[in-house]
């Protein structure tokens, strides 16, 4: 007999005294572990908060060329794709672009953000080698106290591979269509106290459409040290990007011409872009009840591209560098474990934007921006978690941070153009410094029905203090601007649980309510100003169903409004469109996964999956006065080895061939489309060394 009822009611949750507490494991959930959260491995089925993790093995199936492939697993979660690796991001929330934008999610490796938290970039995702990762891990909403600046819609995780136990040593070649070849290659051993791991891809892909493709290297060095009273984790990330970018076309569903979809009318539009990250995690045993851990670490980036989306076609180059440290105490204090700290953080930025020819008098040749800003981010922290012999949990914690920006405009202060323009395009602020003061908080109650179930309540605010670029790349005469940082509230409560006589369904359901405020927006006369809001609320599911011995299911969906709640003027809008639905974001949209273990058949380790991937319809602009028409896609994964030393995969991607947008938007009086590809066949041969 199958068992999934949860005899309790929301009433009872809300019963608990201030501080009572979780003890006792649910001994169905404790297969779940996470690190995102707490910096540091623990139990997550209890943890009350939306979370989701996708494991090894997935990242090995599914390959992704582009994250968006493997993020499809996360319910809440749509990476859209531009063009190569050019990426938008939505986690519980729409697709944002624009001012206001950039910064929204917390992106990291191991914990440590890809790049400084005033100095995003939209497609940052490319710096992580999320090809390779040992696991990639969401926090859902606002974060936890130990994630301060843009942790507001989530946190995106991606956590390198841990060295294998014995050796593990792989190499890899692929190839697919339009001249894509990848290879990637993998050592990992451990030996005594020491292990380490080498993962290292390269990637050359010719492009679908015209003038298009990329060329990408990534590597992911870890050493890690197990020592009787102290651990040492380093690790080392670098990535290279050089890629000729193809514009979006303009045409209503002109994605669905045959003669143009593959075409770019940007074969002049490029990105080139390279990082490193380099951490060092000492964690030292204090005594029985206290761990110190201390984080130090460096990174450094740099990316030119043509902005191939405006008219005028000027170059930006960008770049920073960081040097920063997490300190962290972990204390047991009888029923409760505290985890405490204090982040430091240096950034040396600067940005140019420079124009080769003269496009008109109010957008001239030369310098547009040249600017440096020294930035210091200093915060303190400190999030609770119980451990009473209890069903009850409680998770909470607080983070204070500051935030100094030190601007230096390198070039003439004012507008850049002639005496002829009537409104000049660009305008570059006098030197200034500006300071940010901010707080979050969360607090959540998790309650264990039984060994199967459990529900929880949570209420979370995060921040977002303003990006460099909003406060001093501005524009038709704006002087400066007086931004403040962006607010999220957010309350939710879900539940999380597996049934069945021998647990094969397990299930995690979770529903929210947000309010955004402050939020930074460009008006109708190019300003950048704050003061907008907007709510946003949903229901978001994950599955997993073991079918029989054979046969599995996963699924994920997330079912939500995202709405404007002020009456603003958008840059693009015609008027008050307070109630309306914020463009680029789907009501619906989500995945399934059937699986098929084949290697009784076969007599060696082999499997089949067949993807399902939806997408509902949605607005492209605020004026919500045109559509996108949503789309579904199947994809199919073959693996499987082939003998004791080589293994073979086969890749599908749009099966049927659909003709479809990555994305879709409106302006300047025209649709606008990022094509998807049409159907792709990948073919990776793999060869295992060592002794078998």
């Known amino acids: 007999m199958s068992h999934c009822?949860?005899?309790?009611?929301?009433?009872?949750?809300?019963?608990?005294?201030?501080?009572?507490t979780l003890a006792g494991d649910l001994e169905a959930l404790t297969e779940q572990v996470i690190v995102t959260a707490n910096q540091t491995q623990e139990d997550a089925d209890s943890l009350p908060f939306a979370w989701s993790k996708v494991d090894t093995e997935a990242v090995a199936t599914v390959a992704p060329v582009h994250i968006s492939e493997i993020m499809q697993q996360v319910s809440g979660a749509w990476i859209s794709r531009g063009n190569g690796q050019e990426s938008l991001i939505a986690l519980r929330s729409p697709v944002l672009t624009g001012?206001?934008?950039c910064g929204t999610f917390y992106t990291a490796a191991d914990g440590i953000s890809l790049r400084a938290p005033g100095f995003c970039n939209v497609n940052q995702l490319f710096d992580?080698?999320?090809?390779?990762?040992?696991?990639?891990?969401?926090?859902?909403?606002?974060?936890?106290?130990?994630?301060?600046?843009n942790a507001m819609h989530g946190v995106i995780n991606i956590l390198s591979a841990p060295p294998a136990q014995s050796l593990d040593h792989h190499i890899a070649l692929e190839a697919g269509p339009d001249s894509y070849y990848r290879a990637k290659y993998r050592y990992s051993e451990s030996t005594g106290r020491h292990g380490v791991s080498i993962n290292l891809n390269g990637v050359s892909d010719g492009g679908y459409k015209d003038d298009s493709g990329f060329d990408q290297q990534k590597l992911t060095l870890r050493h890690d040290y197990?020592?009787?009273?102290?651990?040492?984790?380093?690790?080392?990330?670098?990535?290279?990007?050089?890629?000729?970018?193809?514009?979006?076309?303009?045409?209503?569903?002109?994605?669905?011409?045959?003669?143009?979809?593959?075409?770019?009318?940007?074969?002049?539009?490029?990105?080139?872009?390279?990082?490193?990250?380099?951490?060092?995690?000492?964690?030292?045993?204090?005594?029985?009840?206290?761990?110190?851990?201390?984080?130090?670490?460096?990174?450094?980036?740099?990316?030119?591209?043509?902005?191939?989306?405006?008219?005028?076609?000027?170059?930006?180059?960008?770049?920073?560098?960081?040097?920063?440290?997490?300190?962290?105490?972990?204390?047991?204090?009888?029923?409760?474990?505290?985890?405490?700290?204090?982040?430091?953080?240096?950034?040396?930025?600067?940005l140019e934007e420079i124009q080769a020819e003269d496009f008109s008098a109010n957008q001239p040749a030369g310098i547009h921006y040249d600017y440096q800003v020294d930035a210091t981010m200093a915060a303190v922290y400190s999030q609770l978690r119980s451990q009473w012999d209890s069903p009850w949990e409680l998770n909470a914690g607080v983070r204070l941070e500051h935030?100094?920006?030190?601007?230096?405009?390198?070039?003439?202060?004012?507008?850049?153009?002639?005496?002829?323009?009537?409104?000049?395009?660009?305008?570059?602020?006098?030197?200034?410094?500006?300071?940010?003061?901010?707080?979050?908080?969360?607090?959540?109650?998790?309650?264990?029905?039984?060994?199967?179930?459990?529900?929880?309540?949570?209420?979370?605010?995060?921040?977002?203090a303003p990006q460099a670029t909003?406060?001093?790349?501005?524009?038709?005469?704006?002087?400066?601007?007086?931004?403040?940082?962006?607010?999220?509230?957010?309350?939710?409560?879900?539940?999380?649980?597996?049934c069945g006589d021998d647990q094969t369904t397990r299930y995690d359901l979770s529903a929210y309510y947000m309010e955004k405020d402050e939020v930074i927006f460009q008006d109708a006369d190019r300003q950048n100003i704050s003061g907008a809001k907007t709510e946003h609320y949903g229901l978001e599911l994950g599955l997993e169903q073991q079918i029989s011995h054979d046969w599995s299911l996963s699924a994920n969906a997330s079912v939500a409004k995202h709405t404007y709640a002020s009456a603003v003027q958008l840059l693009g809008s015609s008027g008050d469109i307070k109630g309306n639905d914020i463009d680029t974001s789907p009501r619906v949209f989500g995945s399934a996964r059937l699986q098929w273990d084949v290697s009784e058949l076969t007599g060696r380790q082999s499997k089949a999956e067949l993807e399902w991937v939806y997408m509902d319809e949605y607005y492209l602009e605020p004026d919500n006065e045109h559509q996108y028409d949503g789309h579904s896609l199947l994809n199919l994964r073959i693996t499987g080895d082939l003998n004791r030393r080589w293994s073979g995969a086969l890749r599908v991607t749009n099966l049927l061939d659909i003709d479809y947008a990555e994305r879709a938007d409106y302006g300047f009086g025209d649709y606008r489309y990022f094509v998807g590809q049409p159907r792709g066949a990948y073919l990776e041969i793999g060869y295992r060394f060592g002794n078998l």
């Not at 009822?5 to 009572?20: C, I, K, M, Q, W």
């Not at 992580?128 to 859902?140: L, V």
């Not at 003669?259 to 990250?277: F, I, M, Q």
């Not at 940082?485 to 597996?498: C, H």
Request: charged fraction near 25%.
């Open 5 to 20: 009822t949860v005899r309790a009611t929301v009433a009872g949750l809300l019963t608990l005294a201030p501080f009572s």
């Open 99 to 101: 001012p206001g934008s």
């Open 128 to 149: 992580a080698n999320f090809e390779q990762a040992g696991s990639i891990e969401a926090i859902k909403g606002p974060a936890t106290a130990l994630y301060g600046s």
């Open 226 to 350: 197990d020592g009787q009273e102290l651990d040492i984790r380093t690790v080392l990330d670098v990535a290279n990007l050089n890629q000729e970018t193809a514009g979006f076309i303009k045409g209503y569903k002109f994605y669905k011409r045959s003669d143009l979809k593959d075409s770019n009318p940007n074969p002049e539009a490029y990105r080139d872009a390279w990082s490193w990250r380099l951490h060092s995690r000492f964690s030292l045993a204090l005594d029985k009840a206290n761990t110190l851990v201390i984080t130090p670490y460096m990174r450094k980036n740099e990316m030119e591209f043509l902005q191939h989306f405006l008219p005028w076609q000027p170059v930006e180059e960008n770049g920073h560098g960081s040097l920063g440290i997490q300190n962290t105490l972990y204390s047991d204090i009888g029923t409760v474990r505290w985890t405490s700290g204090i982040d430091l953080e240096y950034t040396d930025a600067t």
């Open 403 to 464: 935030t100094n920006y030190d601007y230096d405009n390198r070039t003439a202060d004012g507008a850049p153009c002639g005496p002829d323009a009537d409104d000049c395009r660009f305008f570059r602020p006098s030197d200034s410094e500006d300071t940010f003061t901010d707080w979050s908080v969360n607090a959540g109650l998790s309650y264990a029905f039984n060994d199967s179930h459990m529900g929880y309540l949570r209420i979370a605010r995060g921040f977002r």
């Open 470 to 498: 909003e406060l001093y790349r501005l524009q038709a005469g704006q002087e400066f601007a007086d931004l403040d940082s962006e607010e999220i509230d957010n309350i939710e409560i879900g539940l999380r649980g597996t």
